[in-house]
């Protein structure tokens, strides 16, 4: 079962900033970084922020994240209708397992 | 380029066992953990363990401990996930996932197409 806690959804029209939060533990957030996926409809996840702020090549600096003590947070500003999709955070927990979070339907109206 | 092929669909009925598979390309096999997560339809992602390829140690998630198995073969490049004792909650597609040794046990960057399996009598 999911450990760590996302809203179900968030929504916001074109252009507009939405945030998603992730509130985890001291075991799994606390003392390890923060990763978040995005997962469009019938693909794969596909890692959109590692060690909790850093882009891998080739995703837009409009997607950015941030961490605080237990909790994170993926923010995607200038809001396309490509964007459209589940979002995940995951972290490692210190009791040897990978914990993810809820998921959050991002609807751009 | 890193790339996981994953075996294709299977149908299994209760209590029986599955085993998939996850060939791996662009990438030294024994320098990357892999993991293995379940998404049941329209639901979240769940870790379900993780095999390192070079001694075969793994590391399951408890709610599968006991009931999954992942290895590697070294010689094919080729990582497998075994579930046993299957019942109708098992049906879900399975992702094989990857990442560098180096980072330490890290939530994966590199993810298969994933493998749907059915549990159904």
């Known amino acids: 079962q999911s450990v760590l806690t996302q809203p179900p959804s968030a929504s916001g029209t074109p252009g507009q900033r939405v945030t998603i939060s992730c509130s985890g533990s001291?075991?799994?957030?606390?003392?390890?970084?923060v990763y978040w996926y995005q997962q469009l409809p019938g693909t794969a996840p596909k890692l959109l922020i590692y060690r909790n702020n850093q882009r891998p090549s080739g995703v837009p600096d409009r997607f950015s994240g941030s961490k605080s003590g237990t909790s994170a947070s993926l923010a995607i500003s200038g809001l396309r209708s490509e964007d459209e999709a589940d979002y995940y955070c995951?972290?490692?927990?210190?009791?040897?397992?990978?914990?993810f979070g809820t998921g959050t339907k991002v609807a751009v109206l | 380029e890193v790339q996981l092929l994953q075996s294709g669909a299977e149908v299994k009925k209760p209590g029986a066992t599955v085993k998939i598979s996850c060939k791996v390309s662009?990438?030294?096999?024994?320098?990357?953990?892999m993991h293995w997560l379940q998404q049941a339809p329209g639901k979240g992602l769940e870790w379900m363990g993780l095999?390192?390829?070079?001694?075969?140690?793994?590391i399951y998630a408890e709610k599968f401990q006991g009931r999954v198995t992942t290895t590697a073969d070294t010689a094919t490049d080729t990582a497998y996930m075994q579930l046993s004792s299957l019942r109708s909650e098992d049906t879900a597609i399975y992702y094989c996932?990857?990442?560098?040794?180096?980072?330490?046990?890290?939530?994966?960057?590199?993810w298969g197409q994933g493998t749907l399996v059915t549990v159904s009598s």
């Open positions: 996932a990857t990442d560098r040794k180096s980072l330490g046990i890290v939530p994966p960057a590199y």
């Open positions: 095999v390192d390829p070079e001694d075969g140690e793994a």
């Open positions: 995951a972290a490692w927990d210190n009791s040897l397992s990978g914990v």
């Open positions: 662009g990438y030294t096999f024994t320098d990357y953990y």
């Open positions: 001291s075991s799994n957030i606390g003392s390890n970084s």
